[in-house]
């Protein structure tokens, strides 16, 4: 049979190659970025991530890249050589998209690396503790995101509800220990499975959450609630007050009942039966659920005068402070916000930023823009390894490298973390381990993991 020529085969395989042509150089550009930005990771010392965090094992991935396409942060988990490789570390906080993402099952969410350990308390896959019956939900076991929060509370529920012993006598089936976002995801499913329980907090319904700063920006990733659903908003950024609202709703709507100002002070066993001990008196339950978050004693510098009224570690209502001397010390995202906040022009401050490293590593890629952008306005300055060293009525003494500068000072305002509760939760039978790169609520591994011993629970 003669060749026939027909001038479609040729257009059909010269839009193919160039297809193919262009597909490659725009994955040789992006592979190219992303090596360099995971270069700088490296050159800065900043390669270890702060939160949950995925690890990729190379023996089951096939580098599809589907892993990368999906974090809501940005460009943290990126393609280099084939292969997605964490290029911005302190930025990934745990969203967990990538891991869901994986057509492979390649990727595992740990916490912890061999060099820096990350202690949490030891909990199973279901969110279980060492002592049976006690769970740990959100932000007390690890997971910072308002949205995992709310999934921990449910599947704690939904194990413990099933797990239930009728033959039990108990005054309520579940105790659930917090109203934020977990406590309140957890109560709802005690409700929509029909137990009978309590939900106590020792401050407000809402958590964490409610404590937060006016307009904050809370969540940027949807999340599920029990008998609600979809939390479903106008836009993708979610502020605090649009969130407590919706909350408000959800529990008119579904009869939710919160037990406001109890607080848990301590906790006995008695075979299958839990003994709360709280401010409103014994609540004996077979299954407590702990959302109490991580809001134990505030980080201080350690100085003198550190107790002076000008010194506080939060900023709730800005409008409180108008043509002062401020100064906002940390890196991560509340104390950014915080200085955002404190430099509105109406408020006509004068605001300062200490930040011990040399970049803001630990805050969101847009906090970290605006403040920036608010530092070349002159409308806030940010002072890089930096340390405050005497504080006095007036004025600040912070080293800055080998300088020494002296910085008029009305209020201090300190945003260095938390020190986790972790001595409570010991006191009620709760090891503590450190994890080195292995997964959340898993067992550790013989070499990454080790338990710090706890005091049987009172009573038991």
Not at 428 to 437: A, C, N, Q
Request: one cysteine or more; charged letters at 25%.
């Amino acid at each position: 049979m003669a060749f026939r020529f027909d001038p479609a085969d040729v257009s059909t395989v010269f839009f193919f190659v160039m297809t193919s042509l262009w597909a490659i150089r725009r994955t040789n550009k992006k592979n190219k970025k992303a090596t360099t930005k995971y270069k700088h990771a490296i050159e800065t010392k900043k390669t270890e991530a702060y939160a949950l965090y995925p690890r990729v094992d190379p023996l089951k991935c096939l580098g599809c890249g589907a892993c990368t396409a999906v974090c809501p942060e940005g460009d943290i988990l990126q393609m280099v050589n084939n292969f997605p490789v964490l290029v911005n570390p302190t930025k990934c906080v745990g969203h967990s998209l990538c891991f869901k993402s994986c057509p492979y099952q390649a990727i595992t969410m740990v916490f912890g690396t061999k060099t820096t350990g990350k202690q949490v308390p030891n909990y199973d896959g279901n969110y279980q503790t060492n002592v049976p019956g006690l769970y740990i939900a959100g932000e007390l076991g690890g997971m910072g995101l308002i949205a995992n929060a709310i999934k921990q509370g449910s599947w704690a529920a939904d194990h413990a509800i099933k797990n239930l012993d009728k033959s039990v006598k108990t005054d309520i089936d579940v105790l659930v220990v917090g109203a934020g976002p977990s406590g309140l995801s957890a109560a709802l499913k005690c409700i929509e499975m029909k137990v009978k329980y309590r939900c106590i907090d020792q401050n407000t319904f809402g958590g964490t959450v409610f404590n937060f700063p006016r307009q904050k920006l809370v969540m940027s990733h949807p999340a599920t609630l029990p008998i609600i659903g979809k939390m479903s908003f106008p836009g993708a950024k979610i502020i605090k007050e649009d969130l407590l609202k919706f909350w408000d709703g959800v529990k008119a709507k579904t009869g939710l009942k919160v037990e406001e100002k109890v607080k848990f002070s301590g906790l006995k066993v008695d075979g299958k039966v839990l003994i709360a001990e709280t401010s409103a008196g014994v609540i004996k339950a077979q299954k407590i659920i702990l959302c109490v978050g991580v809001g134990g004693s505030p980080r201080k510098l350690g100085l003198a005068n550190e107790d002076m009224d000008k010194v506080c570690f939060k900023l709730s209502d800005p409008a409180q402070y108008q043509g002062k001397h401020m100064c906002i010390v940390g890196a991560g995202d509340s104390a950014v916000e915080a200085a955002q906040r404190a430099a509105e022009p109406q408020f006509n401050n004068t605001t300062h930023l200490i930040v011990r490293a040399d970049s803001l590593s630990r805050c969101k890629e847009d906090n970290k823009n605006r403040v920036e952008k608010l530092e070349k306005e002159g409308r806030l300055k940010i002072w890089y390894k930096a340390a405050i060293t005497e504080i006095h009525k007036d004025k600040l003494i912070v080293k800055k490298d080998t300088e020494t500068l002296e910085i008029p000072n009305d209020y201090l305002i300190l945003f260095m973390g938390t020190i986790p509760p972790f001595g409570f939760l010991q006191e009620l039978g709760v090891e503590i381990r450190t994890l080195h790169g292995d997964p959340l609520g898993g067992a550790p591994g013989k070499k990454d993991a080790a338990k710090t011993p706890a005091p049987a629970p009172k009573g038991a």
